[in-house]
T-cell receptor
Framework: AQSVTQLDSHVSVSEGTPVLLRCNYSSSYSPSLFWYVQHPNKGLQLLLK??????LVKGINGFEAEFKKSETSFHLTKPSAHMSDAAEYFC???????????FGTGTRLLVSP | DSGVTQTPKHLITATGQRVTLRCSPRSGDLSVYWYQQSLDQGLQFLIQYYNGEERAKGNILERFSAQQFPDLHSELNLSSLELGDSALYFCASSDRDGYTEAFFGQGTRLTVV
């Protein structure tokens, strides 16, 4: 079955320090991978996507993620956190031939001044 | 703004009642997906339509149904409502049939009392 695991339910960082949100996926098929962000009382916004092109994917707001097939990982990083980055982040996987996106359980990013 | 419009934004109703949630996809998108987000279940895929046809079903209860109309807007009907149906319901759209990124609306928050 398709699945994705977000390894941390909460991550706390200080403003200006790096962000690392971890995600692992099941490897039954060639996946497409996404990161979405959800700000409080808002919908989900696509941050970035991997669809078998470059393994290092750049997204919006300075975020990037690296697809590592050997580790079945797709971790999200940002060099320097901003207060506005505080939100819930979802790692999402989809597989060729399957009609749905499978969401991880989410990681809440807290940014302190 | 994702271009996906959901109405209403908030809905409060009593147990046993029936409600209809409406979604207008982004211009040109043929696929519509419905998701339910609750604290205990996370984000769950409910159902997908592509160009008016049902394409995939997820964890959708028999009391719930959906359809996509010729103008591509979609409605999710929830009947015999229970307290546990209280959740945020998201609609998303994409230009292809499955396994691609989707653009999410702001959601409808349903409260069953």
């Amino acid at each position: 079955a398709q699945s994705v695991t977000q390894l941390d339910s909460h991550v706390s960082v200080s403003e200006g320090t790096p962000v690392l949100l971890r995600c692992n996926y099941s490897s039954s098929y060639s996946p497409s991978l996404f990161w979405y962000v959800q700000h409080p009382n808002k919908g989900l916004q696509l941050l970035l996507k991997y669809t078998s092109a470059a393994t290092l994917v750049k997204g919006i707001n300075g975020f990037e993620a690296e697809f590592k097939k050997s580790e079945t990982s797709f971790h999200l990083t940002k060099p320097s956190a901003h207060m506005s980055d505080a939100a819930e982040y979802f790692c999402v996987v989809s597989y060729t031939g399957f009609q749905k996106l499978v969401f991880g359980t989410g990681t809440r990013l807290l940014v302190s001044p | 703004d994702s271009g996906v419009t959901q109405t209403p934004k908030h809905l409060i109703t009593a147990t046993g009642q029936r409600v209809t949630l409406r979604c207008s996809p982004r211009s040109g998108d043929l696929s519509v997906y419905w998701y339910q987000q609750s604290l205990d279940q996370g984000l769950q895929f409910l159902i997908q339509y592509y160009n008016g046809e049902e394409r995939a079903k997820g964890n959708i209860l028999e009391r719930f149904s959906a359809q996509q109309f010729p103008d591509l807007h979609s409605e999710l009907n929830l009947s015999s409502l229970e307290l546990g149906d209280s959740a945020l319901y998201f609609c998303a759209s994409s230009d292809r049939d499955g396994y691609t990124e989707a653009f999410f609306g702001q959601g409808t928050r349903l409260t069953v009392v």
